[in-house]
């Protein structure tokens, strides 16, 4: 992908509405896709100070830039949820660094970025996780890697299939899968506190995003509807 500026503070365009969304009803996964180079100028605006304190401690200017744009599109998605300002909505950080909001709300979100992309799932009564892996095609040993973190057979089935490209995405497609589950579950990328019964539990759905993007998503219960729509900032 083409590598763009991105301007990382706040233009002198008002901030911006919390964009229309439909209400959040049980049964009902809501999943936003942006392409955060695209976002607006203006949605850093809508930081709280805290998260402008930690957007200044990233050192690089790009990753700063993106980390401000995606944390205001979480706003701006959170306030129409939620029928509120977004500058006023206050969000937590629960263990293993899963945000969330502050007790009280029914709203359960998670989001995952990777390049200039990211995701956005909403539900209402479950917890949710969601991750997204941008295909890079640098060399690296995806059949090791699945070795060490999915197992001999993972890895056998890795190691058959016929090109690099095609292993990088099959590594993409499990990994992505296996960081949802621990998304939603609140668990670290170990995921040793997770009970096998848990995970099961899980209703996980690999989402088509297109032959660059792997990702999926994880909520608990289910079945459930998928709502994509594409942020337009």
Request: with cysteine.
């Amino acid at each position: 992908m083409p590598d763009r500026t991105i301007d990382p503070y706040p233009s002198s365009r008002p901030a911006p509405c919390s964009p229309r969304v439909e209400p959040l009803r049980e049964g009902v996964l809501d999943i936003w896709r942006v392409d955060l180079a695209s976002a607006g100028d203006e949605v850093p605006q809508l930081l709280s100070p805290a998260e402008r304190r930690r957007a200044a401690a990233i050192a690089q200017e790009r990753r700063r830039a993106l980390w401000m744009r995606g944390r205001g599109v979480l706003r701006a998605l959170l306030g129409g949820y939620t029928e509120r300002p977004p500058r006023q909505l206050e969000i937590v950080t629960r263990a293993h660094g899963k945000p969330a909001l502050a007790p009280g709300s029914a709203v359960s979100f998670n989001l995952s970025h990777s390049g200039t992309w990211a995701l956005y799932a909403f539900t209402t009564g479950a917890p949710v996780g969601i991750d997204l892996e941008v295909a890079s095609g640098r060399r690296v040993d995806v059949v090791g890697l699945t070795m060490r973190i999915f197992g001999p057979e993972q890895a056998r089935r890795v190691r058959a299939l016929p090109s690099s490209l095609a292993r990088e995405w099959e590594f993409l497609r499990l990994w992505v899968a296996h960081e949802a589950r621990l998304k939603c579950l609140g668990l670290g990328l170990t995921g040793k506190e997770a009970q096998p019964a848990a995970a099961e539990q899980l209703w996980l759905a690999e989402l088509d995003l297109g032959p660059e993007m792997a990702a999926a998503v994880a909520v608990g219960g289910g079945p459930w509807e998928l709502r994509l729509r594409d942020y337009e900032g």
